[in-house]
């Protein structure tokens, strides 16, 4: 006979914190074709995000690359997705990923499908949520919850500080240059996500119809060509293409 449950306060999406899972009365509803020049990475998360909501194989993800890409909003939008056929988010932090035993267990055997959504990740070798995320990830002696998966994002490609000393353990073997450890070790902990997506910088045109979706959600339809000179400027102060600058410049035009 299987546990039952334990029992778990009804919501879309909850945060864990001090200890315990808190649920969100006011919950960020991101609808996935807000999400611009990312179609590749949505249709492969979207892919793996049904796959789980529908009790099929699905893997963890991780999702990393340039700031201000939209790896977090398409986390969120997943949930706007998928919310109606059972799918929970449930936001952790990463320095409380040593918690994740206690997070899990409460998890554990509910009808609904549990997405632990990890932002701005990055640890160094030291750390012990690193462990722990590492048994998450590969498992331990306890079975894995079939209903959780693990969503991580961040700007690091390996989720670990690189070095310049990682550079001096790299050495030839048979005429072939092999990484020393600490860099296999980097390698190693980021591929034991199954899905891995990358986020590159936003080129000219698609910053400027990210500004242009911005501008209509806050009720600006028009657009002339000083409006554009203006956002390319806002770009150009920030050294940034990135949706986040995108939606500042919309803000600070539409308040004007």
Known sequence: MSPTPAALPPALAYRWRHGALQPLEFV???PPDQLL??????????????????GLPANHAL??????TGKS??????????????????EVP???????????????GHPERFVL????????????ALTALKTAL??????????????ATSNRRHLMPELRSDNAEYHWVNDELHPGESTEEKIALSERFGLWLSFQPFNQDQYLDLVRLHLRQLGHEAWDEETEKLALRWALNRASRSGRVAR??????AGT
């Open 28 to 30: 960020q509803q991101l």
């Open 37 to 54: 020049a990312v179609d590749r990475q949505k249709l492969a998360l979207m892919r793996n995000t049904e796959r789980f909501v529908r």
């Open 63 to 68: 999702l990393t690359g340039a700031r201000g």
């Open 73 to 90: 909003s398409m986390v969120k939008a997943m949930l706007a997705a998928y919310a109606a056929e059972g799918l929970r988010l449930v």
């Open 94 to 108: 990463p320095h409380d990923l040593i918690d994740l035993p206690e997070i899990v267990a409460p998890l554990r």
């Open 117 to 128: 959504y990890v932002d701005d990740f990055s640890v160094a070798a030291s750390d012990p």
């Open 138 to 151: 590969d498992g331990g002696v306890e079975e894995p919850a079939e209903n959780v998966l693990i969503y």
């Open 248 to 253: 500042q410049f919309a803000r600070d035009w």
